[in-house]
């Protein structure tokens, strides 16, 4: 079982739809990261949280410490939001480097 | 924040030969990582680059094939060597600034190797 599991892997959406990303992981954490990545392969970090929950724009980003679960939703979608969305964990201990999810590659059509 | 130059962001490579990437961050930062994410993959971790010293590799992954340079606080260099066609992915440096666990990342570089 891999440490963060990601759902959907893939998701097609009309725009203005209310998207939800989820992100699941068996670790005990002390950061998650919500990237986004666009064809060219650079990525973007969009949140990092370690509790609650945090808002940028039409971007959410809510997390569940004692479910191990988090989530990023997408209000009124639009296609630019096109893109894989990756949720990535920094377990607790001496690591330092982040573990990612496989993804979530989104499509919101016109 | 901490802004990222990596380079170059793709590149067509013959086999046997080498690529050495460069990732240049505006402000001095704690910790630089290099990933690699095979097509249809997740990011792996290759190594953390260390400032004045050798770097540190994940399993699977060996200073012969994957030489790290880190000369600075703010300077490091990942070179491809000996490539084969499974060499081509995507190769990402990442940093975290000071007194931060904040991530950031670069553009990546787009590796084929044919």
């Known amino acids: 079982k891999n440490e963060v599991e990601q759902s959907p892997q893939n998701l097609t959406a009309q725009e203005g739809e209310f998207i939800t990303i989820n992100c699941s992981y068996s670790v005990g954490i002390s950061a998650l990261h919500w990237l986004q990545q666009h064809p060219g392969g650079g990525i973007v970090s969009l949140f990092m949280l370690s509790s609650g929950k945090k808002k940028h724009g039409r971007l959410i980003a809510t997390i569940n410490i004692q479910e191990k679960h988090s989530s990023l939703h997408i209000t009124a979608s639009h296609p630019r939001d096109s893109a894989v969305y990756i949720c990535a964990v920094r377990s607790t201990g001496s690591a330092r480097q982040l573990t990612f999810g496989s993804g979530t590659q989104l499509t919101v059509l016109p | 924040s901490a802004v990222i130059s990596q380079k170059p962001s793709r590149d067509i490579c013959q086999r046997g030969t080498s690529l050495t990437i460069q990732c240049q961050v505006d402000?001095?930062?704690?910790?630089m990582f290099w990933y690699r994410q095979q097509p249809g993959q997740s990011l792996t971790l290759i190594a953390t680059a260390n400032q004045g010293s050798e770097a540190t590799y994940e399993s699977g992954f060996v200073i012969d094939k994957f030489p790290i340079s880190r000369p600075n606080l703010t300077f490091s260099t990942l070179t491809v060597s000996n490539m084969s066609p499974e060499d081509s992915s995507i190769y990402l440096c990442?940093?975290?600034?000071?007194?931060?666990?904040?991530?950031?990342f670069g553009q990546g570089t787009r590796l084929t190797v044919v």
């Open positions: 402000s001095q930062v704690t910790m």
């Open positions: 990442s940093v975290e600034a000071w007194a931060s666990t904040e991530a950031f």
